[in-house]
T-cell receptor, first 113, second 111 residues
């Protein structure tokens, strides 16, 4: 158990819908990262937050947005869902000391039908 | 561009030693990380290298050559439970820090 929690574990929804994925980082970690992993694909970095502020952006679609709240939990919002958005979505948090290794949550498996 | 290359699949025998290579080209460099990921599960942190050389951690060692953009993960005394994907990731520095992951090397350990 990494200490990072994600809900829900599974999500099945239809095309065109909107969903929200939730993540709570490990106690003491200020950074939260979101990744997408499609079948047989590598982890694609979406976005990073640090202490409530957006820190870095990867290949995140305009239909996707995220935020980090004062209690440091984060939410990833996916809207106008398409079949191709079906994937595992991981959240990770990183330690505050160098080398800032990341610890991953168990992931949310999203299936868009 | 940013690119990380790893072999797609490798097979080895229980008790043997296997070396998984990773080459990278990134904008800036602030550390190389190895993660293990079992199918359908979250990646777990294995090791990191910031300076050139070998870092040893039990049955796992990782090597880095920054001038060559090259790293490897060495697994000794392979066990069946080591069957997993091994992800190489670079913490790149291009304005802000970003983690760039390779697509992973799927290792099968045979009895």
């Amino acid at each position: 158990d990494s200490g990072v929690t994600q809900t829900p574990k599974h999500l099945i929804t239809a095309t065109g819908q909107r969903v929200t994925l939730r993540c709570s980082p490990r106690s003491g970690d200020l950074s939260v990262y979101w990744y997408q992993q499609s079948l047989d694909q590598g982890l694609q970095f979406l976005i990073q937050y640090y202490n409530g502020e957006e820190r870095a952006k990867g290949n995140i679609l305009e239909r996707f947005s995220a935020q980090q709240f004062p209690d440091l939990h984060s939410e990833l919002n996916l809207s106008s869902l398409e079949l191709g958005d079906s994937a595992l979505y991981f959240c990770a948090s990183s330690v505050v000391e160098f080398p800032y290794e990341q610890y991953f949550g168990p992931g949310t498996r999203l299936t868009v039908t | 561009g940013q690119n990380i290359d790893q072999p797609t699949e490798m097979t080895a025998t229980e008790g043997a030693i296997v070396q998984i290579n990773c080459t990278y080209q990134t904008s800036g460099f602030n550390g190389l990380f190895w993660y293990q990921q079992h199918a359908g599960e979250a990646p777990t942190f294995l090791s990191y290298n910031v300076l050139d050389g070998l870092e040893e951690k039990g049955r796992f060692s990782s090597f880095l050559s920054r001038s060559k953009g090259y790293s490897y993960l060495l697994l000794k005394e392979l066990q069946m439970k080591d069957s997993a994907s091994y992800l190489c990731a670079v913490r790149a520095t291009s304005g802000t820090y970003k983690y760039i992951f390779g697509t992973g090397t799927r290792l099968k350990v045979l009895a």
